[in-house]
């Protein structure tokens, strides 16, 4: 589990120990694996994405992938 900080930013080091009794986490990690999944994703996508403009592929084909139009590809990926 984390190590609690003065700024945790998931809250618990607030929780008052008397007050909410001890529960199974297994939603809270799969909350957690989750959301890494997603940030795994996402740092694939702008790789891939990266990878296809130096390859020379055009922000209208890389829309085409992505099933936007290019000017919201660039918007994304572009500016980055």
């Known amino acids: 589990m ?14 008052d120990v008397h007050r909410h009794p001890a529960r199974d986490a297994a939603h ?3 909350i957690l694996a ?3 999944a997603m940030a795994d994703a996402e740092q694939e996508l702008r790789d891939a994405v990266n ?14 992938a992505l099933d ?8 994304r990926f572009g500016r980055g």
């Open 68 to 75: 936007t139009t290019r000017q919201a590809a660039y918007q």
């Open 34 to 36: 989750a959301r890494k």
């Open 51 to 64: 990878e296809a403009r130096r390859a020379g592929d055009s922000w209208a084909v890389i829309g085409a």
């Open 2 to 15: 984390a190590i609690k900080t003065p700024n945790d930013s998931t809250g618990l080091d607030q929780l």
């Open 28 to 30: 809270f990690r799969r």
